[in-house]
Nanobody
């Protein structure tokens, strides 16, 4: 059973928007921080945005002002609203949760392609 399930990826034209969702299984407890990372072909996985249990948010410089991360703690779900998308945003987007014991749990990833 997958602990984190992402959805919302797809193909969008430059300037368009997408909203990613990541739902944590009810069996995954003690979640501290949730966040989004991405990996483009030939590149290392990089941070996009994170949000702590207390609501502290961190964005990569490349997405500031365009992406918004939010979290529903009651439903153990994190969202990434992506606006003004650029071709360089094309990547597989992964959800990550940091849980008790400082253990990282990753989702399976969802493809985002920005192309005309």
């Amino acid at each position: 059973q997958a602990h984190l399930v992402e959805s919302g990826g797809g193909l969008v034209q430059p300037g368009g928007s997408l909203r990613l969702s990541c739902a944590a299984a009810k069996t995954l407890s003690g979640i501290y921080t949730m966040g989004w990372y991405r990996q483009a072909p030939g590149n290392q996985r990089e941070l996009v945005a994170t949000i702590t249990g207390g609501g502290i948010i961190n964005y990569a410089d490349s997405v500031k002002g365009r992406f918004t991360i939010s979290r529903n703690k009651a439903q153990n779900t994190v969202y990434l609203q992506m606006n003004s998308l650029k071709p360089e945003d094309t990547a597989v987007y992964y959800c990550k949760a940091v849980v008790a014991g400082h253990r990282d749990v990753w989702g399976q990833g969802t493809q985002v392609t920005v192309s005309s």
